[in-house]
Each structure stands twice: as C-alpha cells, then as structure tokens.
C-alpha cells in the first residue's frame, strides 16, 4: 500500500516531465518543413535574391516575406546567391526547421545569406505582423513551396509545456480515500 503512494506520483512526475520535453512536430509526418523567411528592412530592399534546395530554384525572397517548402527526411542543401554560405541540412520527418535570409552588402550589390534559425526565435520573427507569406508571382518551384500563412508547430509544444509547468506542485488525489500526494517541483 506505502509502493502505491509513492509509486502514483513517481509515475506522475515522469509522466509529465516527458510529455513537456516533447520536440515539436508538423503536421505532416512524413517530410519535414523548411520555413525561409526575410525581415523587412530598408537596407537591400529592392534585392530579390533567389532561394535554393539542392540545386531547384525555390523562389525569389522579396523584403520582409516568408514561404514554407516541403521536404523529404534525409539531407538537403539549401544556399542562396552567395558563394560562401548555404546551409546543409539533416531533415527528419515531422520535424520543422527555421532559415532566415539576410542581406550581405557586396562590392558593388548585396547578395543573399541563409541562416539557420533556433525554432524559438525563429517561431517568434514569424509571427511579426511585418512578415507577409510570398508573393505567388516569386515562386519558382510552386510543387514544393507553399505561401500558406505560417502556423509554426513550436507555439503548440510551448503551449504543451507552459501548462505542464503549471501542473506541477498541484495536489494530485490517489486511489485511497483522505490522501492525497503533492509532486515535487
């Protein structure tokens, strides 16, 4: 019976510890989702430098727009016009991954730079009211990009977790009458 009062809460605890660490997933289990995106800014407005995974043209990023592209698990490269960076990438299904574009100021014009983004911070940008979804006209591989609004799955998992901190240390009633056990914080 003393195994019963102790072992409830243990299995509470590991319970919901478990369900908080959770990493976010999309929606489609199958191929993971790429989010690129571009601030708004003054600097390289007129710019439209070209996104690219493995080789296909994505789509051209114009200022402060953004785009969700489809991929299958595995690896992939993603880079845009500048020589020196690109990003390669390790997709697992269901999962989400966050690239931002930047401007890099060039000899005599700026170029496009991929950045991979902490889906936290990443998460965050997206949901400026500044980011728009692309302009359809700007696509270029229109079977793989997608300028849907971005519902970013991270809003979900910390939803998840938020409340899953707010559980713990509540009292929590066991099968036996008149106790109950508190979790430990």
Partial sequence: MHAKRILLPAILLVCVTAFAQEPAVSGDHTKATVYVYRYKQFVGAALEPSVYCDDAQLARMTNGRYFEVKVDPGKHTFYSNDKQSGIDLDAKAGQEYFIRLEIAT??????????MMAPEQASYELQSDKLKPLDTSKVVAAAMV?????????????AQQSTATQNKGKMIE??????SAIMPQ
């Avoid at 300028?147 to 998992?157: K, L, R, S, V």
């Fill in 174 to 179: 066991t099968s036996e009458p008149q106790k």
């Fill in 106 to 115: 060039g000899f005599m014009k700026g170029h496009g730079r991929l950045m």
């Fill in 146 to 158: 997608s300028t849907e609004e971005a519902h970013p799955a991270i809003e979900a998992a910390e």
